[in-house]
């Protein structure tokens, strides 16, 4: 094989390629990268935000030798924004007598040597002329540092810096009160002083840092649904995210339900994404919601819209405006004169639907009068494909976004089936924005694959102009969606594989392209279905097996089924079935036909949701799916499980009306899937086989043109031996610098045990080049790939001094 790269021909610029995409997510801001140690520090959780919360959650009473009642009373707190604060009444006068916060995963996090910033408002009744004591200490009760505060009669804040002489990361803090009386607590907050950039009431120094050795280019935040699941007055208790809500004093800043089902302080807020952005070196890409909540299917009026619309062009303001408008003079104040050169904006996460557009056009066009120089993001709905999806790219050259944010989820394989997805995108017009993708899994194999994705996303920059892997981070004790690209819980943090990939493409990302070609390369392989080679794709390429029909999560009853093998021509009528309760997946039959099709009469009986026609089954982990009423009973969806994980082909919008009976029929063509209901066809879909490439190889070159930069993946078991042409090089002395990785079990993770077992090696070396000698001007050197390895390659020419 031979790899040819050609440092006189150029292909696109690389731009922004890559980036991170911030959410609150399993617990991603609170009770992680935002460095508040305490949870629920102004008493506000409730039962909206999580069923299992009321105004005491993450707090527990301290009674040594006395008796104290905790109660969380609403009106007159410090903050009209967050209404509720603790009344503190100590019935029986003892030693410690109080509170104590129980912090996020095994409780606060101590170390020794270092320094706790404490503030809390306080306020007492006449009766209570004593001291109030704050102090760190152990869940056995054990006090390590302890500090005396006298509360007035009003609220006022006060503030201690504690030591921690010992490390426990199961602490307490603890507020507790010396003889008898009322004392009142609102705020209660206590932080590391060793933030990231050592502010105070800053971030996790640990988590920002793992963002910041990314070196990604832009940063997507502050969601996901989050951004637009919510209700659309900004003042509900169960708001959108609204960014007006998450700036200023953070005791202003409303403590309300994140669609995540927890508490959102909102304390890691838009000035602090800016600023995080600005530290780590990405442009901010905020999205907004269009006043269009998905979940719940309620939308602004068009006449009320306005308020939405202020927020992009306020945000713009905030952002970018000169320190004498009004949203400047607020970041000015905020400690920012200098604008923070927003170039991006996304209106809207991954919302489809006509009501949706219309909204978001309307935004669109306001911002584009405006600020002609915002580059704005359009949707394009959480599937690869499908009606939606197509609504989207519609939408996006109507009102010529600048980008469409595309989003999926995928098995391993849907990745190596399209690695060309991009190949035959347009290269005028919107650009792809990939704001949220990632395959089923934290493994090596997932990682691997992901890689081979990626050079596919290089290749095509002309069309890709913007990708992020999705979600970013887990807190390992409170996760609400896997996989993700880093794992922390209180006092520790690792990368996981596809942290390390990311970190590779996105610290070696070149200015330009350059032509890179393979020849001689063995042809391509059928993969066996992930790590287990005896699972999944039936290697015939026929979708056969297995038919059943099902409801989901709801009564169906189907009738007049006829199942029809069109490659012997014979018809098969079929019993009618009732699917409910837990016998819900009701066999039909085997076929081993390549070319069938199966027509029912379907009516939901009971239920929320909708039904299934499962087909070319060899059980529940490698099926296809055609699902009618999926998701909120919104989507008519095609998908496929490949090894137990899922690939979404394709969906359309679609509501189930429940007693009503729709004639379906699914037709199977080799790989081509055909769904009509009543009629009208819907999918129309290749499910195709993935066939890896003997290599996937990308160049580039970045700087002057001195480096030039090569990744090759290689996702087959086998070496792959290749001489490396560089064409336009002169003979003589290269540096070459290597980080690779291989060598890995493919469900080989990283872990708090083990955080750095998949990750890069990194070699350098100088190596003379010699001339090509059938190609003028071009210099080679052999190289061999290992079997399922990412390498990055850097070559530079080696000059006086290097
Ligand atoms: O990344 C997790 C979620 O997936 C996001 O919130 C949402 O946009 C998508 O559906």
Known sequence: MRIRVNTRVFGEPL?????????????????????????????????????????????????????VSARVLTGGAVSEKNPHYLALDVLEEGNNVGIQNTGYNSGIPLRAGETYFFTCYGKREQDLDRAVKVSLRG????????????????????????????????????????????????????????????????????????????????????????????????????????????????????????????????????????QLCEDIGAEPLPVLPAGYD????????????????????????????????????????????????????????????????????????????????????????????????????????????????????????????????????????????????????????????????????????????????????????????????????????????????????????GDRLLECLIEDAPGPVLLPAGQDASAGIGKSGKIAGNILLSGYESDISFSNIVFTDMESGEKQALADCISTGENRRIPLLYTESGHYMLELDAEELAGYRGLQVIFGSSGERDEFVWTLGGWQNQDNSLAQRINGRGAELCQYAFTLEKGRKYRLCLEVTGRNIKCHVDGRLYQDTDSRLPFAKALYAVAQERGDGREIILKLVNILDAVQNAELVLEGCAEGEYIVEQWQMSGFEPDAENSFEEPEKVTPAYTRRTERLLAEEPIAGAVSFGIAIPGNSVTVMKLCRRCCGD
């Open 294 to 509: 998905p979940h719940h299917k309620r939308h602004a009026p068009l006449d009320k819209l306005q308020p939405f619309i202020d927020d992009a062009l306020d945000l713009i303001e905030f952002a970018n405006g000169g320190t004498d408008t009004f949203w400047g003079g607020k970041r000015a104040q905020l400690g920012h004169p200098e604008p923070f050169g927003l170039k991006y904006l996304g209106i809207g996460n991954e919302e489809v639907g006509a009501a949706f557009f219309e909204r978001s056009d309307i935004i669109q066009a306001a911002v584009r009068e405006r600020h002609p120089e915002i580059r704005l993001v359009n949707t394009a709905g959480p599937f690869a494909s499908g009606g939606e999806f197509e609504r989207g790219w519609e939408n996006a050259r109507k009102v010529k976004s600048d980008f469409v944010d595309e989003h999926y989820y995928m098995a391993p394989e849907w990745f190596v089936a399209n690695h060309d997805r991009y190949d035959s995108y347009a290269r005028k017009g919107p650009k792809v924005f990939l704001g949220e993708y990632a395959s089923w899994g934290n493994t090596w194999y997932n990682a691997l694959i992901e890689a081979s994705y990626m050079v596919g996303m290089e290749r095509n920059a002309g069309a890709v102009g913007l990708a992020c892997y999705a979600p970013l981070f887990a807190n390992a004790d409170y996760v609400n969606w896997r996989p993700d690209l880093i794992w922390f819980d209180n006092h520790r943090v690792f990368g996981s594989a596809n942290y390390y990939v990311q970190k590779l493409f996105m610290e070696h990302l």
């Open 139 to 274: 869940a056995d009760g054990r006090i390590y540092a302890e500090q005396r505060l006298y509360f007035g009669l009003e609220w006022e804040k006060h503030g201690l810096a504690f030591e921690a002489p010992e490390t426990d990361f199961c602490g307490r803090l603890a507020v507790t009160v010396e003889g008898r009386g009322k004392a009142y607590l609102d705020f209660v907050s206590l932080f590391p002083a060793d933030t990231y950039k050592g502010r105070r009431g800053g971030l996790r120094r640990d988590l920002a840092e793992m963002l910041e050795q990314l070196k990604p280019r832009f940063m997507r935040f502050p969601g996901g649904c989050l951004v637009h699941d919510g209700a659309l007055d900004e003042d509900a208790r169960d708001a959108q995210y609204r960014w007006k809500n998450s700036v200023g004093r953070p005791e202003d800043r409303p403590a309300r339900r994140n669609n995540w089902n927890y508490n959102q302080t909102l304390g890691l807020g838009y000035f602090e994404y800016f």
């Open 15 to 67: 731009g922004d390629l890559y980036g991170i995409f911030f959410e609150d997510l399993n617990h991603a801001a609170d009770g992680g990268l935002y460095g508040e140690l305490v949870q629920n520090r102004s008493f506000e959780f409730d039962p909206v935000d999580n069923k299992a919360y009321h105004g005491l959650t993450a707090w527990e009473t301290v009674e040594e030798d006395g008796r």
